[in-house]
């Protein structure tokens, strides 16, 4: 299955039109916007002489200054390239708005040490899995007051699940910019040769397995069927298909060593163990299956083939009952919760998980927006697990980096062959039940 935009895709309802490529705005005035600096600053005036990196410059009369950190360095690039817009520049109205780079340190540490140093940025970009321990922390300010006071803004045009990874026992703590789900790419070269139909958006679990097992048990040169590597990332779709979870929805009751779970982590494991899958990194199966080793595959929302073969793509297969599955994957935008520019802060976060910038970031960018109306717009497998509702949020709770490793961990074992599923996902239970013991929840 090939994807495509509609015709309708690029066409912003707003006033934007799109030419060549390139987003144009219909209005004139626009703000130029500074180059990019060590910091994200914003002024409520076109153009100022340039305050020092890291100064803060206090309301009432003075010039009020926003920074912004981004995740990783293309993260930043990619922010940068939205904020040179013409059509954002002028939604932003004269706030200007730099870019504090992470310098190739971990983000997250960063983001710790600026708040308990007191000199977080305003605005910072925010993933569902380290939502809830952020929160915790106190680090993202509750954004459901900020947000009423527009009356232009409303949270009813996002995907339900990316707002909802954003959110802890009521308030909302982040606006979601992007979303993305897993779907099943293979080589159609390596089906034809088989002579295999190819994998439909009706397959389950029986179907993956026939034909892994043919396209890798014929093989004599090292063509492996599919691919499941050791991390949760991919072993939890096959979790939800079972009816299975990891853990609870409210983050209290540890289920790794349920039955559904230890059902599915059999099925997993076992596509390696029985010759039909390989087991190894994620990174080491986008190698093989790039080089044309490895027939099925699965990853995220990629609207450019980079495969020398004819690739197609569709839904993950459902489970042994026909069941769904999926993971979203989501980043959004918060506000520190010490902010003294917090509706400055707020009206910049509103243009930039904008109708106009998530069209633009679709454009040029091809990342998947957060808002339906566009979403709705982009025929791909992937949409259409978000919009079912079918993918739900990677988020393992307050120690979601803790519990990830014990995932990974567990995984591993079983493909060493150390005990058996049941064994180690049961030991696994106990010691993720121990993390979050030690978290506040």
């Not at 310098?103 to 380290?130: C, R, V």
């Not at 983050?251 to 596509?271: C, D, K």
């Amino acid at each position: 299955m090939q994807w495509k935009l509609s015709r309708r895709q690029f066409l912003i309802q707003t006033g934007v039109a799109t030419v060549t490529g390139a987003t144009i705005a219909c209005d004139s005035g626009l703000v130029r916007v500074t180059p990019a600096s060590s910091t994200m600053v914003a002024t409520n005036t076109p153009t100022s002489t340039p305050t020092p990196v890291g100064v803060k410059v206090a309301t009432g009369g003075a010039i009020p200054q926003l920074e912004m950190v981004a995740m990783i360095s293309r993260t930043e690039a990619r922010e940068q390239m939205l904020l040179d817009s013409p059509v954002i520049q002028e939604l932003l109205s004269g706030i200007e708005v730099r870019i504090q780079p992470v310098d190739g340190e971990d983000y997250t540490t960063k983001m710790f040490t600026l708040a308990a140093a007191g000199t977080a940025p305003d605005i910072f970009e925010m993933t569902s899995q380290e939502s809830i321990q952020w929160i915790q922390r106190g680090i993202p300010a509750e954004l459901d007051d900020l947000l009423r006071n527009s009356d232009s803004f409303s949270l009813d045009g996002f995907v339900d699940s990316a707002v909802d990874a954003f959110r802890f026992e009521g308030p909302t703590y982040g606006i979601p910019r992007e979303v993305n789900a897993l779907v099943l790419d293979y080589n159609q070269e390596l089906f034809e040769e088989k002579g295999i139909e190819y994998p439909t958006d009706d397959w389950t679990w029986t179907n993956l397995e026939e034909a892994g097992r043919v396209i890798q048990n014929g093989s004599t040169n090292e063509i492996y069927g599919f691919s499941t590597p050791p991390t949760s990332t991919r072993f939890a779709p096959f979790v939800y298909q079972n009816d299975g979870r990891i853990i609870s929805e409210d983050f209290r009751e540890v289920l790794i060593g349920s039955a559904p779970t230890i059902e599915a982590g059999v099925f997993y494991t076992n596509a390696h163990n029985e010759g039909w899958a390989t087991a190894n990194t994620i990174v080491s199966a986008e190698e093989l299956f790039v080089n044309g080793r490895l027939a099925m595959i699965m990853r995220g929302f990629r609207p450019i083939a980079e495969e020398a073969f004819t690739m197609g793509t569709t839904s993950l297969p459902a489970g042994p009952k026909e069941k769904e599955g999926n993971l979203l994957f989501t980043v959004a935008y918060a506000i520190w919760t010490q902010s003294q520019q917090q509706s400055i802060a707020a009206e910049v976060v509103q243009v930039l998980t904008s109708t106009e910038a998530q069209n633009i970031r679709l454009q040029e960018q091809q990342i998947l927006p957060s808002r339906t109306l566009l979403l709705n717009q982009v025929e791909h497998p992937a949409v259409r697990a978000i919009i079912d509702g079918v993918a739900r949020p990677y988020q393992w709770g307050p120690a979601h980096r803790e519990i990830d490793d014990v995932i990974n961990q567990a995984l591993s074992n079983i493909f060493a062959g150390v005990d058996s599923v049941e064994a180690i996902f049961n030991s696994a239970d106990e010691e993720i039940q121990a993390i979050l013991e030690g978290a506040s929840i």
